[in-house]
């Protein structure tokens, strides 16, 4: 998903008009909306104002973690899916299954 839509959909989620975002940041509502639609590319501190705004940070983030980041951002737990439990890797230590 692109910034600009990411923007937007936390945007909708914390329930904020342009009017609002657009006293915190200090942009005329208009510019905010080019930028929210796509229509507009906007500068990183730009970007950093509007995500503030939100409630939010902007950053970058290393492709290798992308996945890790995209699982935790959806509320699962960040890892392999088949940890062996302490109990398991205690047993299994000493030979006993």
Request: avoid cysteine; glycine fraction near 6%; charge should be neutral.
């Amino acid at each position: 998903m692109r910034l600009f839509q990411q923007l937007k959909q936390r945007k909708a989620l914390l329930d904020r008009n342009l009017a609002e975002i657009s006293q915190l940041t200090g942009m005329p509502a208009s510019h905010i909306s080019t930028i929210l639609n796509g229509r507009k590319d906007a500068q990183a501190s730009t970007l950093e104002a509007l995500a503030s705004a939100m409630d939010a940070k902007w950053m970058l983030i290393p492709r290798h973690l992308l996945p890790e980041v995209e699982r935790l951002l959806a509320g699962k737990a960040v890892g392999p899916d088949d940890v062996p439990s302490t109990i398991d890797r205690l047993f299994n230590q000493d030979g006993h299954e």
